[in-house]
């Protein structure tokens, strides 16, 4: 973002050992919720996440 050069497999690496360390901390570990909607919005708009959501939200119901 600031013009610098990232190599790609360091970024992967770096990004991967956080999220292990979020997930393996003792306090507050970043977990899903047993009850939660997960939506893959890697390949989808913002309006398609939102309607993504909603459906979930109204299957739910």
Same mark, same amino acid.
Do not use: C
């Given at each position: 973002?600031?013009?610098?050069?990232?190599?790609?497999?360091?970024?992967?690496?770096?990004?991967?050992?956080?999220?292990?360390?979020? *997930?393996?901390?003792?306090? &507050?570990?970043? #977990?899903?919720?047993?009850? /939660? =909607?997960?939506?893959?919005?890697? *390949?989808?708009?913002?309006? &398609?996440?939102? #309607?993504?959501?909603?459906? /979930? =939200?109204?299957?739910?119901?």
């Amino acid at each position: 973002g600031r013009g610098e050069k990232v190599d790609y497999s360091s970024l992967k690496r770096d990004l991967l050992g956080r999220d292990r360390q979020d *997930r393996e901390r003792a306090v &507050a570990p970043l #977990k899903v919720p047993e009850r /939660a =909607i997960i939506v893959d919005s890697t *390949r989808l708009s913002i309006d &398609a996440v939102v #309607k993504a959501m909603l459906a /979930a =939200i109204r299957e739910q119901r």
